[in-house]
């Protein structure tokens, strides 16, 4: 059974910069698509960033586009969300996510358990 974990989560204060990890546990065969989202009290959950497996598309929502980047460690099955001139609006929990092929070849959608990320002076 495969397994997300997130860390890097946080207080920071508006400005700041923090970095989000997203790691596996289990056996994995192939990951076809990480991403990030969040969520807020009383809101749907939202996309923040994706990014295929060989890092050469990456796509961001309109209000983290030039602050925040994704990335991804194929070696150790690992991806990054580094956020900078963090606003007050993104305090959220956030979410890793996953497309991946796992044993027997079987393929899932994967979620972590989140990572609080709270911007505030």
């Known amino acids: 059974q495969v397994q997300l974990v997130e860390s890097g989560g946080g207080l920071v204060q508006p400005g700041g910069s923090l970095r989000l990890a997203c790691a596996t546990v289990g056996y994995i065969f192939k990951i076809n698509l990480m991403g990030w989202y969040r969520q807020t009290p009383g809101k749907e959950r939202e996309l923040v960033a994706t990014?295929?497996?060989?890092?050469?598309?990456?796509n961001y929502a309109d209000s983290v586009k030039g602050r925040f980047t994704i990335s991804t460690d194929n070696t150790r099955n690992t991806w990054y969300l580094q956020m900078d001139n963090l606003k007050p609006e993104d305090t959220a929990v956030y979410y890793c996510n996953a497309d991946i092929v796992g044993e027997a070849y079987s393929r899932d959608n994967y979620w972590g358990r989140g990572t609080q990320v709270t911007v505030s002076s």
């Open positions: 990014i295929n497996r060989s890092g050469s598309t990456k």
